[in-house]
């Protein structure tokens, strides 16, 4: 069966040169590296937010080079930390997402997504902490129903309940049944491969440039 997410030959100068990576369905992968090896500059690059020097980046085997930007990036998802929010309550952010996205029908996700990452509906966003808002950043990417989630250290802000409760979630998302997902987790913290049932890769292996 081929990989959700192939990725190729992909080079991104000064950081990643000649990077293979794949992600099955239904697999949760780690990725670890030193400080500023470019862990995000190759989420970037992935997401579609950043271009590439070259290589090969694919979902379910069609080139990603052939999918408009917005499309792409709707499926092979960044979430970044923290990430901005938007004026007014954590339930009125999430109504926000949902109307862009046309995922109206999801209401009950959204509501599942906000609860797992220990938020009120009420709870007005410019008050919220930095790992309250990473879990907003998180319950938002759910909302929108992509193939792919690329999390950028997700929990590194957020006291340990609520740090398991998102890595259950993420769990609990990936293996949805008759749903193809699949997650890249970039992580410093060794323990977190155990916990998720991951396959671990450091960017090191991956042809991360030494700096």
């Given amino acids: 069966m081929p990989p959700l997410l192939d990725v190729v030959g992909l080079t991104r100068a000064p950081f990643l040169r000649g990077v293979d990576l794949s992600l099955a369905a239904g697999e949760i992968v780690v990725l670890s590296g030193r400080s500023g090896a470019g862990k995000s500059v190759l989420l970037r690059a992935l997401s579609d937010l950043d271009p590439i020097d ?17 499309a792409w990036r709707a499926q092979v998802l960044l979430v970044p930390q923290g990430g901005p929010t938007l004026a007014g309550t954590v339930a009125d ?14 209401a009950a996700t959204l509501d599942g997504a906000a609860d797992t990452a220990g938020l009120s509906g009420e709870a007005e966003t410019c008050h919220l902490s930095g790992g309250e808002a990473a879990g907003l950043a998180l319950a938002r990417a759910l909302a929108t129903s992509p193939r792919v989630l690329l999390l950028d250290e997700p929990t590194a802000a957020m006291d340990p309940e609520r740090a398991a409760a998102v890595e259950h979630r993420v769990r609990a998302w990936v293996s949805v049944p008759g749903e193809s997902r699949a997650a890249l987790w970039v992580s410093h913290e060794g323990s977190l491969v155990e916990r998720l049932g991951a396959r671990a890769l450091d960017l090191a292996d991956l042809g991360a440039v030494s700096r």
């Fill in 93 to 106: 952010d999430l109504a926000r997402v949902a109307a862009l996205t046309r995922q109206r029908e999801h």
């Fill in 54 to 70: 070259a290589g090969r980046v694919s979902l379910d085997g069609r080139d990603r080079a052939t999918f408009a930007a917005g």
